[in-house]
């Protein structure tokens, strides 16, 4: 069974990461990454909402990119 990039449950954990970034994380057992994805689009959405003074997310959006790669491209280490 595969658990690199493009298996299924990299591919639930990707959606789940662009909905709600760290979520994919979570689901995959990385509580610290889960953690700090999460942190850090809470952070861009607060910068971003600063910058432009609108309720317009983008850089929740950005992040939540950003953690659904990662999420898609984890590689369960061999033991």
């Not at 610290?32 to 432009?52: D, G, H, M, N, Q």
């Amino acid at each position: 069974m595969s658990n690199g990039p493009g298996s299924a449950g990299n591919v639930i954990a990707a959606i789940c990461s662009l909905l709600f970034p760290g979520l994919g994380q979570l689901i995959q057992g990385r509580v610290l990454s889960a953690l700090f994805w999460f942190v850090f689009a809470c952070l861009a959405f607060v910068a971003s909402w600063l910058i432009t003074l609108s309720l317009l997310p983008f850089g929740w959006f950005a992040v939540s990119i950003f953690a659904c790669i990662n999420a898609a491209m984890y590689r369960r280490p061999v033991l």
